[in-house]
């Protein structure tokens, strides 16, 4: 997907630049209040920078996606974060810390991004603790042993993966930049999980006994990860249409599956599915259907740590105050002493 900047405006400049701002180096032109400017950027398949006139509609998808996208990134610190001071070594446990500090980072680049688009972080928060808006279904379920974690790293971050390297390429230039970060750093985390599950799936029979429990439990919830099939989702063409995603749910589960299948072969377990069979005429692997059902009755509240999740995050957003409060009246007291020495 092209740009339309100069060389100094890459996507690889995504470290050294805002990303909420257009790169320098473009030289667009964009004018404001024109419907016809933001057709034709689609059409050229331009990135979408802030300034840029842009409906409505586009404006308040974009908000809802990028605002479902961090609620996630900070929910799903918590099934992980549950494992930190029980982490079988030192190592495992550094290496989970750095994971779970990933996914704040994430959240609050994500916010950022929504910002860009005249959303307000706080009111986007509020809408998270009182329901209002959503967060992935794939972190209302338990971490009950310590595979749980490898098998969140290797299913769950991986289904990620597949789900947001489209995305760098979405038509709205601050979240197709946030991207390139996020899923560099989701690598790792699947490799981490995958190299979890190894290890036990290759010691001893409890071990692996225990791999095969967390993967038996995390396959399926992880497929309905990528939304439901192409004829119930109803914002799939739209978005498709604008930009903003790039394949459909199916397309993406597809690959999914296609991707996990050698590794699971790799890792000596068996994914929870007698029906996963190459299809040579296809060029794919069959795999059995997904009950959706769940997935809904999740989505509305009634997994099994939905309730649990959410106390958890409403508590520690108002164990915070306090921080939010100093940091907004050193805020002032910066801004007061700076108009004075002017």
Known sequence: MRDCVTSAGTLG???????GTP????????????????TQLLADDCRIEPRDD??????????RQIAQHAHSEIIGMQPEANWISRAPSLRRKAILMAKVQDEAGHGLYLYAAAETLGADRADLLDQL???RQKYSSIFNYPTLTWADVGAIGWLVDGAAIVNQVPLCRCSYGPYARAMVRVCKEESFHQRQGFEILHTLSH???AQKAMAQDAVNRYWWPSLMMFGP???????????????????SNDALRQRFVDMTVPQAEALGLTLPDPEIVWNDERGHYDFGEVDFTELFEVIKGNGPCNAQRM???REAHEDGAWVREAASAYAAKQAESGVGAA
């Not at 790169?23 to 933001?38: N, V």
């Not at 842009?54 to 404006?59: I, K, L, V």
């Open 13 to 19: 400049s995504v470290y050294g630049n805002d990303f």
């Open 23 to 38: 790169q320098e180096g473009d030289q667009r032109p964009r004018e404001s209040g024109d419907p016809a400017a933001f």
């Open 54 to 63: 842009m409906p409505e509609a586009y404006r308040k998808t974009l908000v």
């Open 129 to 131: 603790h009182s329901g």
């Open 203 to 205: 010691g001893t029979a």
């Open 229 to 247: 099939p192409d004829d119930d989702s109803p914002n799939s063409a739209q978005s498709m249409a604008w930009g903003i995603k790039r394949f």
């Open 311 to 313: 106390a958890h995050r």
